[in-house]
């Protein structure tokens, strides 16, 4: 088993998702992110919701902090509560080449904590904290929960 699988798949994180009363945990979607010292770019705000979708939600998303994160060199922000009020209204699909792309949901797929399910209190400004950590912390947070990320503003690269 590669060494990347193996740390995924392991013990660890099996015992985290089963404590948080997962039954059929899957893996759908990992990724590394390099910010290059100087020209690491912004990362939009957006639910990973979107791209490992389940109706009812279900994703849950661990990010590791593979070096230090500070707001300088572009590290994760989130907006504590928003995955109470802002739904998933989209969600990712190959198209017919096999090319990813977004499409609208049809209507639109609520957490099943949510505190208020009307249109009008999702689609507001949210005000997004930074969580500047240290190399090897791990952030666990919920698919529909909104987050971003600055440019590398630092003269080192920043890698999660």
């Known amino acids: 088993m590669d060494p990347f699988k193996a740390f995924t798949q392991s013990a660890f994180h099996r015992a985290i998702v089963r ?16 910010k290059l010292a100087g ?9 990973d919701g979107c791209v490992s979708f389940t109706d009812p939600p279900s994703a849950i998303t661990f990010w590791y902090a593979l070096e230090d994160t500070t707001i300088e060199n ?21 198209d017919k080449k096999g090319q990813p792309t977004f499409v609208d949901l049809r209507s639109p797929v609520w957490a099943k904590e949510a505190v208020d399910k009307s249109d009008a209190a999702a689609g ?37």
Do not use: M, W
């Not at 020209?39 to 639910?47: K, N």
């Not at 930074?130 to 440019?151: W, Y």
């Open 19 to 34: 404590s948080l009363g997962y039954k059929d945990p899957r893996i759908t979607q990992s990724q590394l992110i390099a």
């Open 39 to 47: 020209i690491g770019g912004e990362v939009v705000p957006h639910q």
């Open 74 to 94: 572009g590290c994760l922000c989130v907006a504590p509560g928003s995955h109470l009020t802002e739904p998933l209204r989209q969600k990712l699909v190959k």
């Open 124 to 160: 507001k400004d949210h005000e997004y904290k930074p969580l500047e950590v240290k190399k090897g912390t791990l952030i666990l947070f919920d698919g529909n929960l909104l987050h971003k990320s600055g440019i590398n503003k630092s003269e080192k690269n920043r890698t999660s």
